[in-house]
């Protein structure tokens, strides 16, 4: 295969799309930062048909409101760059497919929108079950990633994301 | 920069973002086959976020459905890669957001899915503007890449989709 995404990228999605393929189980992303780097590594697998039937990439707050109903006081309160606001974004990617798991990254890339409280490279995850969604405590976390370029916050997210995608060794999604 | 996608269509992307930036207008893009690569590649540019707000990653029938009000019957009489499809693709970027311009993008990347007609590499491309919304004649092409690999397949079709993203020299998007 020639490469249009970087090799680590690729294999991690290869393997994201098998697990879930062999489970029966779909995913689906919702995607601030990174743009669409997530979705393109999952879909460049033949197959992934089978596992990803869509992705939202939500890169404005309008965006995140208006196609994951994420609440616009989540987003005046917290911030885009937030816990809240990034498991409403993956709880709205569940709710707007048929998707078991939905992964939500909302971040900042840089080289502009950093701040003291928030740097360029903070970046948040969210996981999302559809089996869990009477869960009220959200499954998300806040990285620092340590990097240079904006690929370089962009492509560690993605990989993070993608991490996240894998089921749990327990069971199903 | 450090490089998560080929150095061609950044280079294109940036081009892209920078022509709608110097004219204030906006774009979105419908993917289907090359799934999040082109809204990766424009987002890899900093400010994009002033040209492109979001993206819509409709890889499945239903996805191009329920996300871009693809009638059911259009996709049933021609297929998902057709113009018609590709057409009603970017029409339904175009409602589903703010932007001056979208660009749809639906094809066959590989290995599987081709066939005597369609085979893989085929690809419909489709330009539609806000400003020529009440016009029925659908701005759309097809082609038929000769390429190897479904990463060359979704490589040429992002390098063709953000050419059709740049403005025509005339005026505005």
């Known amino acids: 295969m020639d ?14 799309i098998q697990a879930h393929r062999e489970r029966g189980t779909t995913i689906s992303v ?5 743009g669409g780097l997530v ?3 999952l879909t460049e ?6 596992v990803l039937d869509r992705a939202f990439v939500s890169y404005s707050n309008d965006a995140k409101m208006e196609m994951l109903a994420v609440p616009s006081d989540l987003i005046e309160t917290f911030g885009a760059v937030s816990i809240a606001v990034a498991w409403s974004m993956a709880q709205g990617a569940l709710a707007h497919s048929k998707a078991d798991l939905a992964v939500a990254i909302t971040g900042i890339a840089g080289p502009e929108g950093g701040s003291e409280l928030k740097p360029v490279g903070t970046v948040v995850f969210a996981r999302a079950r ?4 009477d869960d009220k405590e959200p499954a998300a976390e806040l990285k620092k990633f340590d990097c240079k370029t ?14 996240l995608l894998l089921p749990k060794p327990s069971n199903s999604a």
Chains 1, 2 share one sequence.
Do not use: F, M, N, Y
């Open 130 to 133: 559809r089996k869990d969604l």
């Open 30 to 34: 919702a995607e601030s930062c990174t």
């Open 39 to 41: 979705a393109a590594a």
């Open 150 to 163: 904006r690929a370089e916050v962009r492509h560690q997210a993605a990989i993070c994301a993608l991490e």
């Open 3 to 16: 490469d249009i995404l970087p090799s680590d990228l690729v294999a991690l999605a290869e393997k994201v």
């Open 45 to 50: 697998i033949p197959g992934s048909s089978a």
